[in-house]
Each structure stands twice: as C-alpha cells, then as structure tokens.
C-alpha cells in the first residue's frame, strides 16, 4: 500500500515562501511512471488542482499559481515538491498530494495546512 506524506506547510506573511514536499512510500519505479499533483482545498471551497507534473516532466498550472509556484519532482527519492512563492492570502488552504499510477490508481496524502496572513 502506498502512502504519501506531505511536509512543508506552515503560517507565512504575505509575500512569502513556502516549499512543500510529499514523499510517496512504495515501489520507485511505480513512482517514476506516475503523474503526480498538488491540490488545495480553501475553507469552504471544493478541492482545486493548483499543479501537475508528468511522469516525463511536463507541468500544468492553474491561473493563479502560474509565474510564482513550481512543482518539481525527485524520481530517486519518491518526492515531488511544490514551491510556491509571492504567497497571496487567497493561497490558504489544506495542500494535498495526489499520484496516479501508470496502471489508474490513485493514493492522496493526509494535506498540510498553508495559511497566508495579510
């Protein structure tokens, strides 16, 4: 069974940064032929893809993210990174981690929480 595990989060100013890490436990290779993701979820707000990154590398950014957030992934350690920069209050939400197997299945970490003070 796969687990994903994310870390990074915290309570940052406005302006700020963050880098966020999910670790997926589990076979390497599963790993590197995986898309993986980053959602959010605001208070009160359906879950989001906020990026994505292929098992070849490509990326894809919601609107809002594109210019200040980077997802980047670590084949040999099983991680993918979200760094996020010029943090926005409206970034706030629970971040979670999504990979989905070259075979269809899917694993969800638990979230970290980002709260970005104005």
């Known amino acids: 069974q796969v687990q994903l595990v994310e870390s990074g989060g915290g309570l940052v100013q406005a302006g700020g940064s963050l880098r966020l890490s999910c670790t997926a436990s589990?076979?390497?290779?599963?790993?590197?032929?995986?898309?993986l993701d980053w959602y959010r979820q605001a208070p009160g707000k359906q879950r989001e893809l906020v990026a994505a990154?292929?098992?070849?590398?490509?990326?894809n950014y919601i609107n809002s993210a594109k210019g200040r957030f980077a997802i980047s992934r670590d084949n040999a350690v099983n991680t993918v990174y979200l760094q996020m920069n010029s943090l926005k209050p409206e970034d706030t939400g629970v971040y979670y981690c999504?990979?989905?197997?070259?075979?269809?299945?899917?694993?969800w970490g638990k979230g970290t929480l980002v709260t970005v003070s104005s």
């Open positions: 999504h990979q989905r197997t070259d075979y269809g299945q899917d694993y």
């Open positions: 589990g076979r390497i290779l599963d790993f590197r032929l995986s898309n």
């Open positions: 990154i292929t098992s070849g590398g490509s990326t």
